[in-house]
């Protein structure tokens, strides 16, 4: 029986999944239907969690959930040498009718 998330309030580890938005040039391309959103996400989060996570958090419905995930990069400078951190995006597309403003307060 699957559950309604709309109606659950969001916990905590629904906003661990969802570390932050994604705004970018790359982003507002994908979002100019006004239906894509593109998040920062936590590298352990499955498709489902980050389902769950966003119609809890921001009471909308989700039709697809697409991830891609990336590696760190080696960076060297002339003595030494790091990494930069991997990271995991989420590009969720909501039903028809529904948005997320994420740039309500800049």
């Given amino acids: 029986m ?9 916990s905590v580890n629904d906003y661990k999944v969802i570390q932050r ?17 593109v998040f920062k996400v936590a590298r352990s989060a ?3 969690d980050i389902r769950r996570a966003i119609e809890r958090a921001f009471k909308v419905e989700v039709v697809a959930v697409r991830t891609a995930n990336y590696l760190g990069k080696l960076k060297r400078t002339t003595r030494s040498a790091g990494h930069r ?20 307060g800049l």
């Fill in 2 to 10: 699957a559950r309604d998330n709309k109606k659950e309030p969001a």
């Fill in 46 to 48: 499955t498709k489902t």
């Fill in 85 to 104: 951190a991997a990271f995991k995006k989420a590009y969720v597309t909501l039903k028809e009718g529904h948005s997320i403003d994420i740039v309500e």
């Fill in 21 to 37: 938005p994604v705004i970018t040039e790359k982003s507002s391309l994908a979002g100019e239907d006004g239906r894509t959103v």
